[in-house]
């Protein structure tokens, strides 16, 4: 379900009143820490990651144009501030083999799934995302990310090649 937030409380908010502020935060929660989760499969990161959504968005309200639709504008906002917050997260370095965690094989096909979309390169996941879980079209992905739609294809197929690769030993081992 798609948020709606009315013209008159974006304006109000982009003005600097905190109360339609408020209210903008509480129209688009969900919506924040959708995007948030599906980017970074963790409910405490996915957490971090809409709060700082909403710092963005407070700093850079005035940035928003009023005649342009607020949601798409919104989307590329959080979908840019949870790349950013994961670039800051990631460690310095990748423990040695011999230090890592063994590798068990998954048990659950969604577990599978996600750990494979984590494993993309984050414009990659962010395509994912937004075209399979939060069910938008080509162009409407290309304007949240601000790249030509043909990009956003590209990004796509590719991002599906990989992810069939990821998966295919276990696809095999299911045959």
């Known amino acids: 379900m798609t948020p709606e937030v009315p013209r008159d409380i974006l304006l109000q908010a982009r003005a600097g009143d905190r109360a339609a502020f408020r209210a903008v935060v509480e129209a688009t929660q969900k919506l924040a820490f959708n995007i948030a989760w599906r980017l970074t499969w963790n409910a405490s990161d996915a957490e ?15 940035q928003y ?22 670039e800051k997260q990631r460690p310095a370095g990748e423990l040695p083999e011999s230090l890592a965690a063994p590798r068990e094989p998954l048990r659950d096909p969604n577990a599978r799934l996600q750990k494979a979309i984590r494993e993309l390169p984050p414009e990659y996941q962010a395509c994912i995302t937004l075209k399979y879980l939060e069910d938008l079209g ?12 043909g990009t956003v294809k590209t990004w796509l197929f590719r991002a599906r090649e990989l992810l069939m690769q990821k998966l295919k030993p276990y696809v095999e081992t299911l045959l």
């Open 138 to 149: 080509i162009n409407e992905i290309a304007q949240s990310l601000q790249v030509p739609p």
């Open 48 to 62: 971090d990651a809409a709060q700082e959504i909403y710092l963005r968005l407070f700093r850079n309200f005035e």
């Open 65 to 86: 144009d009023p005649a342009q639709p607020f949601l798409p504008w919104f989307r590329r906002l959080a979908t840019n501030c949870v790349l950013n917050w994961k």
